[in-house]
């Protein structure tokens, strides 16, 4: 698994505010000026924001004549869900580890 990439996509999502404009884009595709309001932010952070999160892989963006559109790229979350298999496939693993070693060694009755 590429760790940049990983890295990229969780540092985007780390700031509150573009966890905001996911949430919003999420339902459907915005202007910038539409994912700025609701944040409160001036068109020039949003704008930031924005980048990070097309850096990120999280949108993607078009442009038609002035206005600027986001959308959730299609694969935003890949990364993150290749990343959380791989961990709960670990932790499942370790786990069947346990249950044979338990059934290997049954509990024995203790004199009182």
Partial sequence: MDMTTLDRVFSALADPGRRMMVERLCRQPASVKELAAPAGMGLPSALKHLR????????????????????????????IQRWVAQREAALNASFDQLERAMLEFPETEQDS
């Avoid at 999160?53 to 979350?77: H, M, N």
């Fill in 52 to 79: 990070v999160l097309e850096e990120g892989g999280i949108v993607v963006s078009s442009k038609s004549g002035r206005v600027r559109t986001y959308a959730i790229s299609p694969t935003a979350f890949g990364a």
